[in-house]
């Protein structure tokens, strides 16, 4: 069983940035792919970013590409979301969440495909 726990978020103004880190309990974190998920408010949920387990692969959503960065340090059993730029649409409650299967652009873009997910951290952008 993976226990995932965010922190990081909060309110900033546009242009600023937030770095999300994901906590994970469990020793077989370096197993599972890692990513993000963002939901607003009567809004679908949103993937945002992924990593594959050896952080060899990464893949983002086209709306934070070239903002946001994922990372992952496996020693640390920790996944990070580095937001640059950010925008008031990126306001919203960001869920990490983690997966035993492979990754691909499409999989990793499913929800179905990640067995653990975190409560969520709030991120709200002011204009």
């Known amino acids: 069983q993976v226990q995932l726990v965010e922190s990081g978020g909060g309110l900033v103004q546009a242009g600023g940035s937030l770095r999300l880190s994901c906590a994970a309990s469990g020793r077989t974190f370096n197993y599972y792919a890692m990513g993000w998920f963002r939901q607003a408010p009567g809004k679908e949920r949103e993937f945002v970013a992924a990593?594959?387990?050896?952080?060899?692969?990464?893949y983002y959503a086209d709306s934070v590409k070239g903002r946001f960065t994922i990372s992952r340090d496996n020693a640390k059993s920790t996944v990070y979301l580095q937001m640059n730029s950010l925008k008031p649409v990126d306001t919203a409650v960001y869920h990490c969440?983690?997966?035993?299967?492979?990754?691909?652009?499409?999989?990793?873009?499913?929800?179905?495909?990640?067995?653990?997910w975190g409560q969520g951290t709030q991120v709200t952008v002011s204009s």
């Open positions: 990593i594959s387990w050896s952080g060899g692969s990464t």
């Open positions: 969440v983690a997966g035993r299967g492979p990754t691909s652009p499409i999989i990793v873009e499913t929800p179905g495909n990640y067995e653990h």
